[in-house]
């Protein structure tokens, strides 16, 4: 089942600022420099999702890579 650009969009957001916030307390401001060494390379325009980056599963996946991916940032 896929949803709507907007529904996706809504949930991706949520689940970046509830992987900030349980891996070290940090704030979700995507110019701060944890922010910018977390998404260094990701390409976060949703207007180039695939039909499968907008189910379910891999916004699992994609919490689950984002939240690796904040504890072992340099969080200086």
């Known amino acids: 089942m896929?949803?709507?650009d907007n529904a996706?969009?809504?949930v991706k957001k949520n689940i970046e600022r509830?992987?900030?916030?349980?891996n070290g307390g940090f704030y979700l401001d995507y110019e701060s420099p944890v922010c910018k060494q977390v998404f260094?390379?990701?390409?976060?325009?949703?207007a180039k999702l695939s039909q499968f980056q907008k189910t379910?599963?891999?916004?699992m996946s994609y919490e689950t890579?984002?939240?690796?991916?904040?504890?072992?940032?340099?969080?200086k």
Do not use: G
């Open 40 to 46: 260094k390379n990701w390409d976060n325009d949703m």
């Open 18 to 22: 509830q992987c900030f916030e349980k």
């Open 8 to 10: 996706v969009l809504t």
């Open 56 to 59: 379910p599963q891999f916004l």
């Open 65 to 75: 890579h984002l939240s690796k991916r904040i504890a072992s940032s340099n969080k």
């Open 2 to 4: 896929n949803y709507s």
